[in-house]
Nanobody, 124 residues
Framework: QVQLVESGGGLVQAGGSLRLSCAAS????????MGWFRQAPGKERELVAA???????NYATPVKGRFTVSRDNAKNTVYLQMNSLKPEDTAVYYC??????????????????WGQGTQVSVSS
């Protein structure tokens, strides 16, 4: 079992930045791939960014060049640095954990553990 707790969400103006954190406890954090997902009202949950235990990353096209995912295995924490935020980035952001594999970079189906979510709101 892995427990995940997100923090760092909030309200920011367009063009601003936020850094989300996700603290993990339970099983060995370094064995897991970590993903950030988001869900806007009326839309399906989508993968935003993911990082494997080895540090490979993948980003959704809308956030490439603006968001950066990173992990600190010593702190059992994964981060999502979000720059140049846009109103369309408004959503509830979730972190999730999956047994490490390349599939975790692209498939939400492999993620077994989820946090409770944190709201990110970007005003125009």
């Amino acid at each position: 079992q892995v427990q995940l707790v997100e923090s760092g969400g909030g309200l920011v103006q367009a063009g601003g930045s936020l850094r989300l954190s996700c603290a993990a406890s339970g099983r060995t954090f370094s064995n897991y791939a970590m993903g950030w997902f988001r869900q806007a009202p009326g839309k399906e949950r989508e993968l935003v960014a993911a990082v494997t235990s080895g540090g490979s990353t993948n980003y959704a096209t809308p956030v490439k060049g603006r968001f950066t995912v990173s992990r600190d295995n010593a702190k059992n924490t994964v981060y999502l640095q979000m720059n140049s935020l846009k109103p369309e980035d408004t959503a509830v952001y979730y972190c999730a954990a999956a047994l490490d594999s390349p599939l975790a970079l692209t498939s939400s189906a492999v993620y077994a553990y989820w946090g409770q979510g944190t709201q990110v709101s970007v005003s125009s």
